[in-house]
């Protein structure tokens, strides 16, 4: 049931919003749209969407500037999913590292882009589901909760992307299991085609960053070189 997910789609192009709105809007979301940055804040403020599609690129306030400005807000988990030109690399992962869900990479097509959405808000449990039935994960002092989607690091709450909160559940509920980046694409994410495994890295940096109590020698969420990462139990 989609009807009731509002979806911000903010780019400059005409045309992208157009066709970007009429795919949605057959899926049955609700759409909004705002040409530039200072639009797109005003319509974030006015009206918390449940996601927002974002080109970076923007006249008036860029697409990283107010990825930043809604990651900087405590208790503000909307998810982004970025769209880029296929030469903004550098910015695709910048834009990862301030915590965006996913990307896009222009040009795409609007049906891969509607799967995406569905995906980002199926991780964000914003499609009805809540983790019911599924019993709470304790190692040593980090505590995740599904049902709440809560983590907590020495009686702390962590403030978790849906896809950091997705990441983590996912490693931490086959400790010490080996993942490759394509298992964590495929598993996380719903799809590893089109999408670069530094998606992964920079996912498990951001991790470490927020549970880790020393991030450059992480105990909980360790790489296994040349093959992949996994999560250890015993961290604390």
Do not use: C
Request: overall charge negative.
């Amino acid at each position: 049931m989609n009807d009731a997910k509002d979806i911000l789609v903010v780019d400059d192009e005409a045309s992208v919003v157009e066709v970007v709105s009429l795919y949605l809007r057959r899926e049955g979301f609700g759409v909004r749209s705002a040409r530039d940055g200072r639009s797109a804040l005003q319509a974030i403020q006015s009206q918390r969407p449940d996601l927002v599609v974002l080109d970076l690129m923007l006249p008036e306030v860029d697409g990283l500037e107010i990825l930043r400005q809604l990651r900087a807000e405590p208790d503000t988990d909307v998810p982004v999913i970025m769209l880029t030109a296929r030469g903004q690399e550098v910015d695709r992962i910048y834009g990862l590292e301030l915590g965006a869900d996913d990307y896009v990479t222009k040009p795409f097509s609007p049906a891969e882009l509607v799967s995406r959405v569905k995906a980002v808000l199926r991780r964000a449990g914003r499609d009805g589901g809540n983790g019911e039935g599924e019993r709470p994960l304790r190692y040593g002092d980090l505590h995740i909760d599904a049902k709440t989607r809560l983590v907590t690091v020495r009686g702390q709450p962590v403030e978790l992307t849906a896809t950091e909160f997705d990441l983590l559940w996912f490693m931490a509920g086959s400790p010490r299991q080996v993942f490759k980046r394509d298992q964590l694409l495929e598993n996380v994410w719903g799809f590893s085609e089109y999408v670069d495994p530094s998606t992964v890295t920079v996912h498990i940096r951001r991790l470490r960053e927020k549970i880790e109590a020393n991030p450059s020698e992480p105990a909980y969420l360790l790489t296994v070189w040349g093959v992949g990462y996994k999560f250890e139990p015993g961290g604390s």
